[in-house]
């Protein structure tokens, strides 16, 4: 079976940038304790009327130019967001009407911050039964619209940022090369440690002014019970991937950790016995860009050399649902 390469990789961030102490300004909050927990030190916010899939749009620009492609020569989207432009339809057929094409299949993921190895399985496995040549794989957020900016929700407001990144998956000419292995997973018991709860379809009508009183229109989550569970899926499914390709920790040059919080990577990088310097990370810059966050970073290691020809990457994201994935890859 042919095996499938990312052939182009982009990313896109909003310019305007947001520190600690510009939410600060808005809540009780501080330098120190967002710092102190999660490393983060700013983050992006798109401006208000941007969409999800306008982000989405300038990161798949990118990977194209890198691919030496045009938006015509795609022949499938598969679109990983959490903050979709609308309930429906799929933010895919919005990403593919702004490339300017049409009738190519487009397929929403939904999977959090797993979504974008969810999102690279599909397109890894089209490629390889023959069925698609040129899949555009996306992971886009606009978290900034959906943040509670009060005392009430500032455990996650402080977290996430905006911003998206884009792959072109296809065929492999060189069969060393590419997505060797994939290993997703999900545990639908924690499905409500971290959630919206707006669109509550058992009820009718879905949402009412008092839900909105409620302030179900934000996330809310059980850090500790994420942060607790994150370290341990994160190490257990890096083994399982290592195991599965016949693979030692030492043979990985580089791990692309989801950019949750930079204390659950230093934790999993210490009980994984990686180096720190070998585990990247950008979310001091970036907060939790969700499905934006993997392909962000792959942009950005491609960009600083840290990866070139033949290098052995692993990509390992942990999130909402719980889900939890890796994907190890020869580049
Ligand atoms: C969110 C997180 C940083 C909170 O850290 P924590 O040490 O667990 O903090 P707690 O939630 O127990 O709250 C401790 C105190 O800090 C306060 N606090 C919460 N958010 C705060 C903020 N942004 N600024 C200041 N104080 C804050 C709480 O109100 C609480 O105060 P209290 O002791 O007076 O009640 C941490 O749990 C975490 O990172 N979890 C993982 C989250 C994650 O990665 N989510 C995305 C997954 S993809």
Redesign the pocket.
């Known amino acids: 079976m042919t095996r499938a390469r990312i052939l182009g990789v982009g990313r896109y961030l909003p310019e305007r940038r947001v520190t600690n102490f510009d939410l600060a300004n808005m809540f009780?909050?501080?330098d120190e304790?967002?710092q102190q927990?999660?490393g983060i030190v700013e983050r992006r916010y798109a401006d208000e009327g941007v969409y999800c899939s306008d982000l989405a749009l300038e990161a798949s620009r990118e990977a194209l130019k890198s691919a030496g492609m045009k938006p015509g020569d795609i022949d499938f989207i598969v679109f990983a967001t959490l903050s979709p432009d609308h309930h429906f339809p799929g933010t895919g057929v919005y990403l593919q009407r702004k490339l300017g094409i049409t009738d190519i299949g487009c397929m929403d993921i939904r999977n959090?911050?797993t979504g974008f190895l969810y999102s690279l399985a599909v397109a890894d496995a089209f490629v390889r039964i023959g069925m698609y040549k040129r899949v555009l794989v996306v992971g886009s957020e606009v978290h900034s619209s959906a943040l509670n900016y009060t005392k009430a929700g500032?455990?996650v407001?402080?977290?996430f940022g905006d911003g998206a990144g884009a792959v072109i998956v296809g065929p492999s000419d060189d069969p060393s090369r590419g997505i060797i292995s994939s290993h997703l997973h999900a545990d639908g018991r924690f499905a409500d440690i971290?959630m919206l709860e707006i669109f509550n379809i058992s009820k009718k009508p879905y949402i009412t002014h008092q839900t909105l009183d409620e302030g179900r229109q934000y996330p809310k989550?059980v850090?500790?019970e994420?942060?607790k569970m994150?370290v341990t899926k994160i190490p257990e499914v890096v083994h399982e991937a290592l195991q599965a390709s016949n693979l030692k920790i030492e043979d990985i040059d580089l791990f692309l950790p989801?950019q949750?919080?930079l204390?659950?990577n230093q934790y999993a990088a210490q009980q994984l016995g990686v180096p720190e310097e070998k585990f990247y990370s950008n979310i001091q810059r970036y907060g939790?860009t969700?499905a934006g966050s993997l392909p962000i970073a792959l942009s950005e290691v491609l960009e600083q050399g840290l990866i070139k020809e033949g290098s052995l990457i692993m990509m390992v994201a942990?999130?909402?649902g719980f889900t939890w994935g890796a994907t190890v890859i020869r580049w």
């Open positions: 009780e909050t501080s304790w967002i927990r999660t959090q911050c500032r455990d407001a402080v977290l971290l989550m850090g500790r994420v942060f994150a989801h949750a919080n204390r659950i939790n969700t942990f999130g909402s």
